[in-house]
């Protein structure tokens, strides 16, 4: 119930123009974070997806999620999702932030043990033939 307050304020802020804070991001993420640990479950990794999140100074995102795309609550997750991007881009142009200019890949999503999760690093690696 308080989360659902709190993002019911987030979203009125993001609506005015009110100044967006790094407490405001961080607490949309928990959110996204608490709402994909609620529901990750998966029978293959057809079943999940590495979702882009936020959103770096000098462009592209802040980070990556993985989650279950058929869990009951991905409409929320995909909320959330967006939310946070809007918000850490405004939150970078109130505050003329800057961040290093490497983009990040999104990490190859798997289900392991019924649950999406995303593939180590040298996982993803696939050499090229």
């Keep these: 119930m308080l989360k659902s307050i709190i993002l019911a304020l987030l979203f009125l802020g993001v609506a005015v123009n009110a100044k967006i804070t790094q407490e405001d991001i961080t607490a949309i993420k928990e959110s996204l974070t608490a709402a994909v640990q609620a529901d990750n479950q998966c029978t293959t990794a057809a079943d999940c997806t590495a979702a882009a999140v936020g959103s770096r100074a000098c462009g592209g995102p802040?980070?990556?999620?993985?989650?279950?795309?058929?869990?009951?609550?991905?409409?929320?997750?995909?909320?959330?999702?967006?939310?946070?991007?809007?918000l850490e881009k405004q939150f970078n142009t109130e505050n003329e932030m800057m961040s290093i200019c490497s983009m990040i890949m999104p990490p190859k999503a798997l289900c392991v043990a019924n649950k999406c999760k995303a593939a180590a690093a040298f996982e993803s690696f696939e050499p090229m033939h």
């Design 62 to 86: 802040s980070s990556y999620v993985v989650y279950s795309a058929e869990c009951a609550n991905a409409e929320q997750i995909s909320s959330l999702i967006q939310l946070a991007t809007r």
